[in-house]
């Protein structure tokens, strides 16, 4: 602790995104960074998770590194506590669905309707995982196409996957939906769908990826609910750090919190909004500014503006 520091002062919340921050490029937790999670957590620091993962892939993603945590999923959509229960949901307005739909199809882009545990692809080919694949090429890189077949990950995301070939059948299905993920070849594509469907009033437009969008309902947002969360557990928004990488990061690091920690990897905004900067994922940059924030040196990553 630094001379005259005292310790109300310091941080007493870290909120930490997975993909790109907690999760190195192989997509799995480093030792280090699960040790210090563990560390951070005796230390009497409150430790979450803010995702855009639904509840159940992120536990099963993070199930060789068992962590008693509580969890923001879907961008902001649910918040669950320690114990896995579901403390708030807010799905999207199904209203908006149509419009959202008639954006995307002006375009060679996949969309899918995100549910608690499934993801309803919306799609009439006979061939869903051949679909699924052509999107996994870009997540895992140079991997050859058997690769990802084989990977864990893939095969996780083939047991989620749902089709339906019509959105009168998805709304049929009633239930609710609290994401629509959209993705296509290049950032070009994203990009143009992106002026489209920020005009769609009540949706709140991010991204994963350079070549995805995550629409979610506009108060389903990573900081607004971290935010909630912390404040009915009693703590002050200059108690919590959170780290992320991604523009579905970005309403965290606008949130006003104590400590905004980029990743060296992050996006351009991402940089440009935060207060400190860590290295990168692969270098567990998470792990190096949570200890550093248990000692009270996050001065050391302080951003030089």
Known sequence: MRKGTRRDEMIKVIAADMDGTLLNSLHTLSGETYRTIQDVQRSGIRFMIATGRDFPSARDTLRKFPLHCDWITGSGAEIRSEDGALLQTIPMDVGCFERILSCVRKYPAGI????????????????????????????????????????????????????VGSLRELLDLDIPIYKVFVNAENGDII?????????????????????????????AQKGPAILKYTQMLGYQKEDVMVLGDSLNDLSMFQAGFGA???????????????????RSNDEDGAAFAMRLAMEDRLEEIKKVK
């Open 260 to 278: 905004a920690v980029a990743m060296g990897n992050a996006h351009e905004k991402i940089l440009d909004a935060a207060g400190y900067v860590t």
């Open 191 to 219: 990009r143009e769908i992106w002026k489209e469907v920020e005009k769609i009033p009540g949706l709140a437009v991010a991204s994963s990826f350079f070549n995805n969008l995550e629409l979610t309902d506009e108060k």
């Open 112 to 163: 899918r309707f995100c549910t608690t545990g499934k993801d309803l692809v919306l799609t009439d080919t006979d061939d869903l995982e051949g679909q699924l694949l052509e999107e996994s090429r870009m997540f895992f890189g140079g991997n050859s196409d058997e690769e990802i077949r084989s990977s864990e990950q893939f095969q996780q995301m083939i047991k989620r996957m749902s089709q």
